[in-house]
Nanobody, 124 residues
Framework: QLQLVESGGGSVQSGGSLRLSCVVH????????IGWFRQAPGKEREGVAC????????YYADSVKGRFTMSRDNNGKTVYLQMDSLKPEDTAVYYC?????????????????WGLGTQVTVSS
């Protein structure tokens, strides 16, 4: 059974940076991949970035490509989302999630375990 805990959110000005962390608690025999998602007020939750179970491949939404970087520590228990050149439209609650597969996806439906989220606010 996995539990995910996000941290690192906050308020920054446009052009600033934040680094989000997602700590994976617990163990499972099944492989899993991690994704980052966000939900802005009045909008649907959307995929931002994801990383395969091996950690060798990452994928990004077009809206964040070149500005956000996903990484993880050596044991794969902490996953990061480095967010640079932040824009007001990046304001949202950010969630990490795990899906029980080797490959990852920016689609929400395959993800089974979700954290509670961390708020990111970018002011102009």
């Amino acid at each position: 059974q996995l539990q995910l805990v996000e941290s690192g959110g906050g308020s920054v000005q446009s052009g600033g940076s934040l680094r989000l962390s997602c700590v994976v608690h617990g163990d499972t025999e099944d492989p899993y991949s991690i994704g980052w998602f966000r939900q802005a007020p009045g909008k649907e939750r959307e995929g931002v970035a994801c990383m395969t179970q091996s950690g060798k491949s990452t994928y990004y939404a077009d809206s964040v490509k070149g500005r956000f970087t996903m990484s993880r520590d050596n044991n794969g228990k902490t996953v990061y989302l480095q967010m640079d050149s932040l824009k007001p439209e990046d304001t949202a609650v950010y969630y990490c999630a795990a899906r029980p597969t080797i490959l990852c996806s920016l689609s929400l439906t395959p993800y089974k375990t979700w954290g509670l989220g961390t708020q990111v606010t970018v002011s102009s």
